[in-house]
């Protein structure tokens, strides 16, 4: 039987079937920004991969050695995933990026289920101040599937347009 954890997991990991579909985006949409001022679809993902890849290097170590979680601030930690974006990396290696990071992400959230639930803190609170629920990497995890969907609605919106 498979867990209400577990299927969350899966749930982050199966968002990189729909990127896959992106592989066959025209590369002026991929660099042409989903509204004005906004991101282009090839920052979304490299922003999407930055998060993911944080989650691996820096809080699941933290986690795992029972200290507090810090989140950077968001604005200057995704230029510099819009910035890798614009390096000239490919669409397609930026995509297979993020799928290999996302489910690298996953396969070590599934290995170890105890750092997924554990109650931690985060920059300093240990509710969420929107829900007024604990902290847990899985609860994260749950606001990053709705951050993976209001990004996958913005995608949709501009390819809908052509």
């Given at each position: 039987m498979i867990s209400l954890s577990d299927e969350t997991?899966?749930?982050?990991?199966?968002?990189?079937s729909w990127t896959d579909i992106l592989h066959d985006v025209?590369?002026?949409?991929?660099?042409?920004?989903?509204?004005k001022g906004k991101a282009t679809i090839g920052e979304i993902i490299s922003h999407l991969k930055g998060w993911d890849s944080y989650l691996i290097t820096t809080v699941i170590p933290a986690i795992k050695r029972g200290e507090a979680v810090f989140?950077?601030?968001f604005?200057?930690?995704?230029?510099?995933a819009y910035e890798y974006a614009r390096s000239g990396i490919s669409k397609d290696n930026l995509l297979n990026e993020f799928r290999q990071t996302r489910h690298q992400l996953v396969e070590i959230l599934l290995a170890e289920t105890d750092i997924t639930t554990k109650y931690i803190t985060v920059n300093g609170m240990s509710?969420?101040?929107s829900a007024d629920t604990p902290y847990s990497l899985l609860y994260i995890i749950h606001e990053f599937i709705e951050h993976d969907?209001?990004?996958?609605?913005?995608i949709l919106a501009l390819l809908n347009q052509v």
């Open positions: 997991l899966l749930q982050y990991k199966e968002f990189t025209q590369i002026s949409l991929w660099l042409q920004p989903i509204a989140f950077p601030d604005d200057s930690f995704n230029e510099i509710n969420s101040p969907n209001h990004h996958k609605g913005q």
